[in-house]
């Protein structure tokens, strides 16, 4: 049985899902993403981008030590493939325009967490002086059993 307050209360939820979903359909249209795209690094091996831009923000997926020739991950020791994956990074951020010292923020993930002194020596010559905020987390597995993956965020 329905009184006055049970249908001002429906009245009131169809309301807001209404203003709810009008809200979310305009907040889709203001948000406007650029999708960046290279083939100097690995394409993205599932549906989403290597990198998109919003705004004045990079945003790069991340990336594994994979070769973007064959798209295979690379051979050899661990520095070998920190540095492809910062190679990759590279190439990804060139496409819009930035730089490793347009880097804010980036997260390195390491399926040892014993590796984080090399990761270290690498990224610093990578970045040089400039040192954006960073996490690093230690993780059970990467795909293709990459031994490290980093993404950033950079400002241009």
């Known amino acids: 049985m329905f009184d006055a307050g049970s249908v001002e209360r429906v009245e009131a939820s169809r309301k807001s899902l209404y203003f709810g979903i009008r809200e979310e359909k305009t907040l889709a249209r203001r948000i406007r993403m650029d999708v960046l795209k290279t083939d100097k690094a690995p394409a993205a091996i599932g549906p989403y981008s290597q990198a998109v831009r919003q705004g004045n923000f990079i945003f790069a997926s ?43 923020k980036a997260t390195v993930y390491l399926k040892d967490i014993k590796d984080f002194p090399k990761l270290n020596e690498i990224y610093a010559e990578c970045m040089g002086s400039h040192k954006p905020a960073r996490s690093t987390v230690g993780v059970a597995q990467l795909p293709l059993d990459a031994p490290v993956e980093i993404d950033l965020i950079a400002m241009v």
């Open 62 to 104: 991340g990336q594994i030590p994979i070769d973007p020739a064959t798209g295979k991950l690379i051979e050899g020791d661990f520095e070998a493939k920190v540095r492809r994956v910062f190679e990759n990074l590279r190439e990804v951020l060139a496409s819009g325009g930035a730089g490793f010292t347009n880097v804010v």
